[in-house]
């Protein structure tokens, strides 16, 4: 799948990035959506979802960054980790709250498994009442 | 493996327990700790990062659960998902901070495999230098 | 773990290689094999299992490679990937078709952790009755 | 998180429900969606994706919600695997086809590990050219 | 899925499940294969496969059961976990040797996770030589 | 994020390091740790921890690196596959030995699927009693 630049665009995937460029206040397109876009349908769809998901609410674009990145790190995709790395420091991540945060995945990882392997019961405190 | 109950504990896992409500400020053990006080040593060394992790540091408490919330909800632990959801409303998460915090990880899943899947060259300007 | 060719191959190898060829009528051996062939044990029961589950079925080819390539992405395994990639092409998935597989890929990640992270319930229409 | 009914639901997840049971031509709204609609932005975006999807196109539904439930066995999400095996039942998939889905599944997550494990590098005739 | 019990078995069926309980030595067959039954190509290959895998050769049995269970655990497979802790016990798996199973399975977990979002580079000497 | 070298750690990253070399009786850190020095309080503790968990136990080293080992290649983490591999083998594992070490991941990540897939419920005699 080759990578679909700007000049060659279609109109549809030209509107996209000129959208990404603008909400992101940047003049370059990552690859992630050079590459989406041989399939436009999907470039536009992920795009207004993660512009949605991504934007300003109860949570500040920090934290959204960094729950994002400590996903990606989790699931260890090593483009998404580079990526949003990139954009969480870009939003305000210093060297150690990276650090912390890349603890508190270890030890996230390491506790799930206990609990699992452990076959913990969920206390009845914790049970969703519904 | 039963749970260990505080009457019937070691003196050493009883200073664990100890440590756990004293930081907590709370006057039970929850499970995890019960089951896992089957082997006394992983009892103290989880317990032990989990305190130097989880304290306030450059990320305040909340960010810090709702980290660990999203990894867990990421791995499909049920135990620990139950228990953090918890830890995060206690420490401040909203039902809209808890909404939003899922959205990310739904996001960054799916993104991650979109990445994974087309196959995504890294950046240059993503790559770390070193 | 050097990879073994062919010409050095011992004769219970051998016959695997001349099995994976004709099958899929090629002339060559992905690395995969080579590689696995370290261990002769595991190169024949690994070749015997994927050539009775990728044989034409209920299901048809294209759609195995299909669910093969969708399991791979969503593992992030790299090597998978790109090979499953190449036999679902030689299957017949056309672009279109992987825009949309990797669509379903993405979206089954997301609602996957919307489902545990909000601890959904299963509904009772759907149990499994025995 | 209790369930949001349709009774007591908001007009605009009420819209969202309407819109849920006029594609699916059901009379019923399944558990995901009643506990998603408590942030009603996640309910009406991730309903917009899924339908945008998993709509008929380069592969049609069925092969759609095989591949749904074998990226969701994949990731062992009890929930999603209950709801997509009844949703795959009704769009076709027999009890041999749903055999073979499983044994594809089970034999990618064993040869993706394969791979990553021995560390085979990818052959050069498998390698995106861009 | 109905679990197929011995008695309604097909000759194909009761064929396996008489060779799983001459191999393990035992009068009754574990849920699993019951299910899989349904299936009769899926549980001989299924079998045959894991007969040979977990037969002693250079590791002895007890550390198969013991690295299956490591696996099973890590993938938060409760099924898994339950029957291969069982079986694990049964090869001679004791207290002390499950706790440092679990610890190690969870420190494995959190490096593998440290080494992903920290985005290290593989040593020189570490990269295999081909 | 640079690697952190001896000759210009502070005191507390050396003080580690020499540890790691004293307890490994070699003369050299692997970027691991040279990565992980960047947050000097995640290297001293995962080190701490690490110490703790790999040495000789109820479980000889051996076993533990295949665990290790086990868990890193289920997880395809690139990283951990290639430098547990080389401890695994200065511990004494053979090549043989590591052939059924990855059959068995292989087969674990299988069956951990079909189980889940086929949603079969754990088997009484197989509950945890507490």
Redesign the interface.
């Known amino acids: ?3 679909v630049e700007y000049e060659e665009a279609s109109p549809e995937v030209k509107a996209v990035y000129d959208d990404i460029m603008a909400t992101r206040r940047v003049d370059w397109i ?3 959506w050079k ?2 876009a ?2 436009p ?2 470039l536009r ?2 795009w207004e ?2 512009k ?3 934007a300003p ?3 500040d674009p920090l ?2 960054e ?21 954009a969480a420091r870009k939003a305000g991540m ?30 009845e ?6």
Not at 98 to 118: H, P
Not at 125 to 130: E, G, L, N, T
């Open positions: 799948m080759r990578m990552n690859n992630f590459v989406l041989n399939d349908a999907s769809r992920t979802s993660l949605q998901v991504m609410g109860a949570l934290v959204k960094m729950l994002y990145l400590a996903v990606s790190a989790s699931n260890g995709c090593g483009y998404c980790i580079a990526s949003h790395s990139a210093s060297d150690a709250m990276f650090g912390e945060l890349m603890a508190v995945v270890g030890m996230a990882n390491e506790t799930n498994r206990l609990a699992q392997g452990w076959q913990v019961e969920i206390d405190r914790f049970r969703p009442r519904r």
